[in-house]
């Protein structure tokens, strides 16, 4: 008898722990969930790089993102694949499928980099959204704003040529703290712009290049460096084009 007590103590002491990590995370943005939801929760670590869910997958439970960077992408009939979007701290993943009423991904998802996640069951977190209006606020605010950031994506995506859209990419996603001697570096690979933009990786090696005969970038391993000088030209480059 004595090694189910141990178990059970083990148990319990990874799941305060796992509490208290997610309460450092959540506390900051106001949310205080209740004891049942705590109870609940899960704390899990995924690796950079590592699929977190695969479209057409089941839904079984909604995850909060409390640290790192994912990808979201599209997969068509023809082979191609579409990141449409990348998404940081307190994204939810799985809200849409599940207020849509289908319980399957409609997207795959990307660690970018490793990532902390809480894991809660559907029931639970249908129990926290019905009782707690910050995060009921919090939860339609982000499914608003996934909603308009796809419909701007793919309503002009139409209509800007490469040039536009990488160097939008690069502008949207670059970071405003200098490194590396003072200048702005974007930690993507030419595959992962590739993904953001909604381009080839060929046409992204396109693009890269002319920035860089235009001293408009520099190129490095899976980065693009950018003297801060420099990020208003290219907003002027774009402002001119369209």
């Not at 919090?138 to 209509?159: D, L, N, P, S, W």
């Not at 040039?163 to 490194?179: M, N, Q, S, V, W």
């Not at 693009?224 to 480059?237: G, S």
């Amino acid at each position: 008898r004595a090694l189910p007590t141990a178990l059970s103590i083990k148990e319990v002491y990874e799941m305060e722990h796992d509490n208290q990590t997610i309460r450092q995370f959540l506390c900051p943005f106001g949310f205080e969930p209740p004891d049942y939801v705590w109870k609940k929760m899960h704390l899990r670590t995924v690796p950079a790089k590592a699929v977190l869910v695969l479209a057409g997958s089941n839904l079984n439970a909604i995850d909060i993102l409390l640290q790192g960077e994912i990808h979201v992408v599209n997969s068509f009939s023809d082979g191609k694949e579409f990141g449409y979007t990348n998404e940081r701290s307190l994204t939810l993943l799985g809200d849409i499928e599940y207020f849509s009423g289908v319980k399957q991904y409609a997207s795959s998802v990307i660690a970018k980099t490793t990532v902390t996640l809480a894991e809660l069951d559907l029931e639970s977190f249908q129990y926290w959204f019905d009782c707690d209006k910050l995060f009921r606020d919090h939860v339609v605010a982000h499914i608003a704003q996934k909603a308009y950031k796809m419909a701007g994506r793919f309503g002009t995506e139409k209509y800007e040529d490469a040039i536009y859209r990488l160097t939008k990419t690069i502008l949207d996603y670059l970071p405003d703290r200098a490194e590396h001697g003072g200048m702005l570096a974007l930690h993507y690979s030419h595959f992962e712009l590739a993904f953001l933009s909604g381009m080839s990786e060929r046409s992204v090696n396109r693009v890269l290049k002319r920035l860089k005969e235009e001293k408009l970038v520099t190129i490095g391993r899976k980065r693009v460096l950018i003297w801060p000088k420099d990020v208003q030209r290219l907003r002027t480059m774009l402002e001119q084009r369209y």
